[in-house]
């Protein structure tokens, strides 16, 4: 073997072993995890109404009014999670996204929310929700389609139904059970 070639090989093995190095090392969680299941289970406090609503009417279509879903009102939130379904229950995280009302004969919203959990070992760690929500049918499941620190690579499914609703005001409080699959 020339010389050249020599130092081409070992060039290259260098870059090879911190490749894989760097694999290890960085993606430590990836490589050597195993996959969890987490079930938590909170309320999603939707206020539309009074002084300081946490969902709030950014848009809408020039019917939406006269529409009876809605249909084209889009709301942007950020909605206390709790522990228990007393809006002074424990604050365990922030429901903080959108959605937006996208079916025309039935309501069915459009959402698209991020949970970020302020609690314990969850502090820090985002569940991201991507699904369809007809919010009058008694029970509901949304697709879990992501999730940041504790729940990386997460995906799972959240069954939710309304534990409270005030029809004049439209305020809300939904009980959800979240089944995560995470690293
Ligand atoms: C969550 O983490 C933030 C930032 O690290 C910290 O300020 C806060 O006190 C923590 N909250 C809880 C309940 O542990
Ligand atoms: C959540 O799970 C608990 C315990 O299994 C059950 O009692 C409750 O009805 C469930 N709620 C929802 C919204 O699925
Ligand atoms: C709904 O809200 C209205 C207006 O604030 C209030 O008068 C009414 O008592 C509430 N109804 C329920 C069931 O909480």
Redesign the pocket.
């Known amino acids: 073997m020339g010389k050249v070639a020599m130092v081409l090989l070992v060039l290259y093995l260098v870059v090879v072993m911190q490749l894989i190095h760097g694999l290890v090392s960085e993606d430590n969680w990836l490589e050597m995890g195993k996959e969890k299941v987490t079930h938590l289970h909170f309320y999603f406090h939707d206020t539309v109404?009074g002084k300081t609503p946490s969902s709030v009417r950014v848009a809408q279509a020039v019917g939406s009014d006269k529409s009876p879903t809605l249909f084209g009102v889009v709301m942007m939130v950020d909605d206390p999670l709790t522990e228990g379904p007393e809006p002074s229950s424990k604050l365990v995280g922030r429901a903080q996204g959108l959605y937006g009302s996208a079916g025309q004969e039935e309501l069915g919203l459009i959402i698209a929310m991020n949970f970020g959990f302020t609690d314990g070992m969850y502090n820090g760690s985002t569940l991201c929700i991507l699904g369809r929500n007809p919010a009058l049918h008694p029970v509901r499941e949304m697709p879990i389609v992501g999730g940041t620190g504790f729940f990386r690579l997460a995906r799972g499914i959240a069954i939710f139904k309304t534990y409270w609703y005030?029809a004049?005001?439209g305020d809300a409080i939904v009980e959800y059970n979240v089944t995560a699959i995470h690293y």
Do not use: E, F, H, L
Request: hydrophobic content about 0%; charged content about 0%; aromatic content about 0%.
């Open positions: 109404s005030n004049t005001t």
